[in-house]
């Protein structure tokens, strides 16, 4: 296929702000979609969301890369109007705003079908279009509290744990990138384009396992059981002897028993409850103990190496320094580098996945702020001159 890219020939309008729409739209524009970010002319906040350098955010790095910079005021019925004229050779258009926001700048799905039937028009906020709390403000934060996760996250005897990065926001992000390639399959069938509706608080809440499933039969509410599991044991995180920490997973029997035997411990394979998961989770306390006593004798390395030689899972907590470093995320090419013309190059996380006819390539990092704004405009024949007249107005 040469270097045709996966998604070559569809356009992108990226209206959303902060990170789970802009994050879809970085995605598809990783796997070669032409994405246009549209921003008020004050910038998206995550311009100046978290560490800079110069002056410069650097989340934006990442959430901005293979995306031309537009400013454009959709408040105001100029910039409304332009808009309309961007949409209307545009496959897709994601927005993050409140229920209502866009009709109220006539630039909903109604009014932006007009331009162009064929649309595909993602709504990603916090608790979707309808609803009772539609119209509270929506963060992931927020989505991680109601959907359960904070709730089984932290230690038995702690309190409901947060994340510290945008969990909800990501997987948010990735469930969009999916649903509008699904809504893109339908118009290449039918030539009609859809709303997507996508709610921050539902991936997140479907990721989540079984939780419904076994409250509706059960009644029971899962409970906060720090580092372990209640499907399995021994899963964990156990200090070695050097400081370091290292996770074992044991999902499979057969790891479980490997463990067992190496830590010095087989005659708990015999015992009656060994053989399921879920009955080894209620004796977590004393395999645990087996399992810490004999790692805390060993550094790091002699642990890895002896798990790798019984073929039992196992893997050090690793920090960005040591995922960094690894030898495998290096034969992987997970971290690349991206010449930016602001701070030069920069290390960045790689596209998501490796297609082999067609694959990811990120191309430039996050532009300046309305970087791209003659080169898009010039086409829509608006010059120089017009230009400044806009920009002057606060439209630009």
């Known amino acids: 296929m040469g270097n045709q890219t996966a998604l070559e020939g569809v356009k992108v309008i990226d209206t959303a702000t902060l990170f789970a729409g802009p994050l879809a739209a970085t995605v598809l524009g990783d796997f ?35 995306k031309k910079a537009i400013t454009l005021n959709l408040g105001k019925p100029q910039g409304q109007e332009i808009f309309k004229d961007i949409v209307r050779d545009a496959d897709v258009v994601i927005e993050s705003f409140r229920p209502g926001t866009f009709e109220r700048w006539n630039l909903g799905y109604e009014e932006l079908k007009e331009e162009n039937p064929g649309l595909v028009f993602a709504r990603v906020t916090g608790f979707g279009q309808f609803g009772p709390y539609k119209d509270r403000p929506g963060f992931g934060t927020l989505a991680e509290s109601m959907s359960g996760f904070a709730h089984v996250t932290g230690q038995p005897d702690g309190p409901p744990t ?16 999916c ?24 991936p997140i809440f479907t990721v989540l396992g079984p ?26 995180t156990y200090q070695t002897k050097d400081g370091k920490w290292v996770a074992i997973s044991t999902s499979a029997q057969n790891i479980a028993e490997r463990v067992m035997r190496l830590v010095g411990h087989p005659e708990y394979i015999d015992e009656p409850w060994f053989e399921s ?24 390395d002699e642990v890895v190496e002896a798990f790798e030689d019984a073929n039992a899972a196992i893997t050090p907590i690793y920090n960005i320094e040591d ?22 190059p920069l290390k ?15 191309r430039w990092s996050g532009p300046r702020l309305g970087e791209h704004n003659e080169e898009v405009y010039g086409e829509l024949g608006i010059d120089k001159e017009r230009l400044e007249e806009l920009k002057a107005g606060g439209v630009v």
């Open 32 to 66: 070669g979609a032409e994405v246009l970010k549209v921003e008020h002319p004050r910038g998206d906040p995550s311009r100046t969301h978290g560490y800079a350098k110069d002056g410069v955010g650097l989340w934006w790095k990442m959430l901005g890369r293979n």
């Open 162 to 177: 947060l994340p510290p990065f945008g969990l909800a926001d990501g997987i948010a992000a990735l469930a969009t990138a």
């Open 179 to 202: 649903a509008i390639l699904m809504a893109l399959r339908v118009r290449d069938a039918t030539g009609k384009g859809q709303v997507v509706d996508l709610a921050i608080i539902e």
């Open 211 to 236: 939780q419904p499933i076994v409250y509706d039969q059960l009644g029971v509410i899962q409970k906060r059981s720090g580092n372990r599991s209640v499907n399995n044991a021994p899963r964990n």
């Open 277 to 300: 998961g879920s009955e080894r989770a209620k004796h977590a306390d004393e395999l645990d103990a087996a399992v810490q006593s004999w790692i805390s004798e060993r550094t790091t």
């Open 323 to 344: 995922i960094m470093q690894d030898p495998h995320y290096n034969a992987l090419n997970s971290v690349i580098s991206v010449e930016d013309p602001e701070l030069g």
């Open 348 to 362: 960045m996380q790689n596209v998501l996945f490796r297609l082999s006819e067609t694959p990811g390539e990120v």
